[in-house]
């Protein structure tokens, strides 16, 4: 024995898989159209390199949209901001056009992994995955974003409350390519806050909850509250939202959508937390969530 551990066999990482490298939308729409369920998009390749690498993903040919420069890019008119399915969670966090009219998405961006992870990952890549923990999906269905994805046929506006369908599933078919995200502005009065508990720094989240409210003369004339982490899809607290609007800001106002939020709520169990421990946090994250979006409500008045 020399000391060093010897692994036999071919040293591989990934399956062989086909690999196709479009430059254009249309050209990648076609890739899709041509090999559907067989081929997978690779995006920034922070979650699907992994699951290609512990042979959980077997897709027969990888659609490499990375030299699609049209994908990438940030723009606002008309009170909205659309996200090219390429951009970079980095670029994005950098964005002044984000920070100043998504500050809700501008929250949760640096709760993401670590830099090295976003500065691959793509606002699309996240999305298209649809972990239940993630931070994005929460934000995308407490704002109603949109997702346009282009198939064929041509495009379809998916609405955020459509996108989510299950576990890591979204209602993208398999010959569509998701090409951008567009995110509604916040308005005058309108505060927001990203909070979640992780294990440490940069893990997902065990529960993380978005939250958007906008007062209006004092009042709450809007309140978005959507959890991570307690669902296989991103969760609305409807219930709790309804209790908010027309009411004025106080303890024990949050305090009653935080018991609201989570009566009915069924939160799955492993290794990280039990459905009651998830249940316990949640609650504390609506009221600190809730406290936070009002003071910044106050600010932007
Ligand atoms: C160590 C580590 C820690 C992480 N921590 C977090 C975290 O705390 N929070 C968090 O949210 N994420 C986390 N991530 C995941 C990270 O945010 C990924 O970047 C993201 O989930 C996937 O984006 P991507 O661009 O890398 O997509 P990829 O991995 O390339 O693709 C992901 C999936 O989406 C599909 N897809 C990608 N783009 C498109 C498109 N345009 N159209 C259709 N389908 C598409 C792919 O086919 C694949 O199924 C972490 C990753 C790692 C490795």
Redesign the pocket.
Known sequence: MDGFCRIEGPPMKLPPVDYEAPTTVPEAVELLAEHEDEA????????????LALRF?HPAVLID?NGIAE?SGVSAANGTVTIG??TR?YVAEESRTVADAVPLLAAALP????EA??S???I???L??A?P????PAVARALDAEFV?RGRPGERVIPAAEWFEGFLTTS?RPD????EVRFPAAGRGTGSSFQEV?RRH????IVGLATSLTLSEGAISDARLAFAGMSDVPVRAADAEDLLVGERPSAELFGEAARRATEDIDPPADLHGSADYRRKVAAALVRRGLQTAADNADERQ
Do not use: K
């Open positions: 997978s998009v690779l995006a920034g390749g922070q979650s699907l390199i992994p699951l993903a949209i994908l399915a390429m969670e709760l993401i992994g670590h992870i976003r691959r990952g793509t699309g890549g996240s298209a995955h972990d923990a993630a931070e994005l994805v993208r569509e390519l998701l090409v992780a940069g893990d997902f989240a």
